[in-house]
């Protein structure tokens, strides 16, 4: 994201909104930190280089950000208020005071099974809400999150998880073919149905990392390196991964793991 969308302290954003300083500026969107003028609380904001060029691309960014902000769990981040701002589409979420679960695994992987399982049922209570989620007319509008990391992750009092940073389908499409959190349908070029399949996959690899702190397939660039079968599931993790929690594994990893 070039320069010259960059914020700056005190900056007004939209009409509710001052900027207070940078998250974090990544490819595609820059995050940072500022204050509902009006309520006067923290919130995190967050701009998208993409501009959305054509009434069908809006309407269909409207759509996604209008079921975020429906959504209520524990385990999701509160989406608060989306639009776009000169030229440049953003969606605003609370502001989480906490750590990623990138920083707790680099300070305490391998974790006991029992402590990573703990944060696995918090990451699989948020995505089982997400993926069965209604409409407001009742039918099935299910919300996949595209882009699951311990960097989208966060953990707050007492290790709650709250999953943040949905990908929008419309204005976050770019990713990082190298990323080692990346389900095989994706290093494919989105030829194929993202859908809960691939949340599933990427919960697996986060598993995987926290109970032996290494990335399953390593953090290199992998394209066309998937294995046919994840059975290296078996050398990458501790001893004691077997039985169950093995077995939860390689569903999670399998080519079908609906």
């Known amino acids: 994201m070039s320069d010259q969308h960059i914020f700056e302290p005190r900056d007004k954003f939209s009409n509710y909104y001052e900027i207070d300083s940078l998250l974090e500026k990544g490819h595609s969107s820059i995050a940072y930190k500022a204050r509902n003028t009006r309520m006067n609380h923290p919130v995190t904001i967050r701009v998208f280089s993409a501009q959305l060029d054509s009434e069908v691309e809006l309407e269909v960014f409207e759509l996604e950000a209008r079921a975020l902000i429906r959504l209520n769990h524990p385990n999701i981040v509160r989406f608060y208020h989306y639009g776009v701002f000169e030229q440049m589409p953003f969606i605003v979420t609370e502001k989480i005071d906490g750590i990623s679960l990138r920083s707790k695994i680099s300070e305490e992987a391998p974790m006991p099974i029992a402590d990573a399982s703990r944060l696995a049922i918090q990451i699989c209570s948020g995505l089982q809400y997400a993926h069965k989620f209604k409409g407001a007319d009742g039918d099935p509008q299910p919300i996949y999150h595209r882009d699951l990391t311990p960097e989208n992750i966060m953990l707050g009092a007492r290790d709650v998880v709250r999953i ?86 390689q569903k999670c990893l399998a080519e079908d793991s609906a």
């Open 164 to 249: 943040t940073d949905f990908r929008l389908a419309q204005i976050n499409s770019d990713t990082d073919k190298g990323d080692p959190y990346i389900a095989p349908e994706q290093i494919n070029g989105y030829n194929t149905t993202i859908d809960e399949k691939t949340d599933i996959y990427l919960l697996g690899l986060i598993i995987c990392e926290m109970l032996s702190s290494e990335s399953l397939f390593g953090r290199k660039n992998f394209e066309g390196q998937f294995p046919e079968e994840p059975n290296l599931i078996k050398t990458t993790s501790p001893a004691e991964l077997l039985g169950e929690t093995n077995e939860i594994l």
